[in-house]
């Protein structure tokens, strides 16, 4: 099995910084892509940056010059640092991987719990 943990999300006041984290741990030969995505209220989740094995990254309009994603490849984590946060910032992170378990065996997608990143004064 394969599991995702987070961690790193907080209140923040507007214009700060959050370093958001995810591990990856259990049966895996190789991960392909990790990328963070988030969902706010009543809106649908959307993708914030990504991050492929190769260390191609992109990133949603909204956060490009303002978060980096970068990821340690021997830990199997991967970061989001998030700088001059705006409160439209505010939203449940999640870390998605597309992780292979076996050589030569399917990419399977896997997601984790989520962490609540809330930008306010």
């Known amino acids: 099995q394969v599991q995702l943990v987070e961690s790193g999300g907080g209140l923040v006041q507007p214009g700060g910084s959050l370093r958001l984290s995810c591990a990856a741990s259990?049966?895996?030969?190789?991960?392909?892509?990790m990328g963070w995505y988030r969902q706010a209220p009543g809106k649908e989740r959307e993708l914030v940056a990504s991050?492929?094995?190769?260390?191609?990254?992109n990133y949603a309009d909204s956060v490009k010059g303002r978060f980096t994603i970068s990821k340690d490849n021997a830990a199997n984590t991967v970061y989001l640092q998030m700088s001059s946060l705006k409160p439209e910032d505010t939203a449940l992170y999640y870390c998605?991987?597309?992780?292979?378990?076996?050589?030569?065996?399917?990419?399977?997608?896997?997601w984790g719990q989520g962490t609540q990143v809330t930008v306010s004064s």
């Open positions: 259990g049966n895996i030969f190789s991960i392909n892509v």
């Open positions: 991050i492929t094995s190769g260390g191609s990254t």
């Open positions: 998605r991987a597309h992780i292979m378990r076996n050589w030569g065996g399917p990419t399977y997608s896997y």
